[in-house]
């Protein structure tokens, strides 16, 4: 049987790029065929199934509850009227003040007596108060200092009375010491009490001589050994440790002690020593020893008012 004759279809002639087949050979002899078929499915499917499953449900709606004890048509509006409120009962709990009366002038600081020389600066204040006792011709007059860092001391004295006999056999009308007006305000400084070595070496024979001396009471600022010979300067107290504080003279060629250096680098300028710890320093070519020993720390009445 023949074929009837027609026009002739041809093929179009499709060519596998060569790296899609090395591909699908490669998962074919690795049998991942399957596996890259359930990906392709999962991919496709799982949109439509997410889709599908995020569509909200609808929230049934109940009865809305009702007020207890009334019903809703039972309700009553009622209009708000704000305003300030009553100033008397906003302001109950203050006191009314004058606006014209003028406070209480504080006192005048120009009456008040400062330190003599000698202030440095580390004076402390003190109230004074004194009470007298007369009793059998002795009188015991007791005076409290209160310092202005929280120190109290207590000076109790006891003198006696000579009073002169009036002819009645009865005491005289002054049998009491007058006392001294409390609330008293002191000003005290800081004093030293130093023992002060000076020992000098004759440059010809060699000869050693030595001189040693106390002082007392020394406020300063104060040169010591003495002004003209000026080996340091007491420059008062630390106010914190309560410990003398000295200015080294540029005449001083050495020190030698145990001290606290506060100022000064290559050489000391101001140092703080403890009491009782001496103090050695060199004067000019060495020739000069003056030796400080700083024996007490007390204070000394400056004024008052």
């Known amino acids: 049987m023949k074929k009837p004759k027609g026009p002739e279809l041809k093929m179009p002639d499709l060519k596998v790029p060569p790296f899609a087949a090395d591909l699908y050979y490669d998962l ?4 991942l065929l399957p596996l890259v078929g359930l990906v392709l499915v999962a991919i496709v499917a799982v949109p439509i199934l997410l889709a599908s499953s995020s569509e909200p ?5 109940g009865p809305a509850p ?3 004890g009334a019903s809703a048509s039972a309700l009553t509006v009622v209009r708000a009227t704000p305003g300030l409120r009553d100033y008397r009962k906003r302001l109950r709990g203050r006191t009314p003040t004058d606006p014209f009366k003028q406070p209480s002038a504080p006192g005048n600081p ?19 108060s004194s009470t007298t006792t007369t009793s059998s011709g002795t009188t015991v007059k007791k005076e409290t200092t209160k310092f202005s860092g929280g120190e109290t001391t207590t000076k109790t004295t006891e003198t006696e009375v000579q009073t002169p006999s009036s002819p009645s056999g009865g005491g005289g009308e002054n049998g009491s010491a007058g006392s001294q007006p409390p609330g008293e305000i002191r000003f005290y400084s800081f004093a030293i009490d130093a023992k ?6 004759d440059p010809d024979t060699h000869k ?4 040693a001396h106390t002082r007392s009471e020394i406020l300063a600022p104060a040169p010591l ?19 003398p504080l000295f200015l080294v003279s540029d005449a001083v060629s ?22 009782g710890m001496p103090m050695t320093f060199v004067l000019g070519e060495g020739k000069v020893r003056v030796k400080i020993n700083v024996l007490k720390v007390q204070p000394v009445l400056k004024g008052h008012y």
């Open 254 to 275: 050495s020190v030698f002690g145990e001290a606290t250096c506060l100022s000064g680098e290559e050489k000391c300028q101001l140092f703080e020593v403890e009491t």
């Open 66 to 68: 009702k007020p207890a």
């Open 110 to 128: 120009a009456s008040a007596q400062l330190g003599t020389a000698g202030n440095n600066g580390f004076e402390e204040s003190a109230v004074t």
């Open 208 to 211: 050693t001589t030595t001189t």
């Open 196 to 201: 002060i070595t000076r020992t000098e070496e």
């Open 28 to 31: 074919r002899d690795r049998r």
């Open 57 to 61: 449900k609808p929230v049934p709606v």
């Open 225 to 243: 050994p003495s002004a003209k010979e000026q080996a340091v300067t007491y420059a008062g107290i630390n106010p914190k440790t309560k410990n």
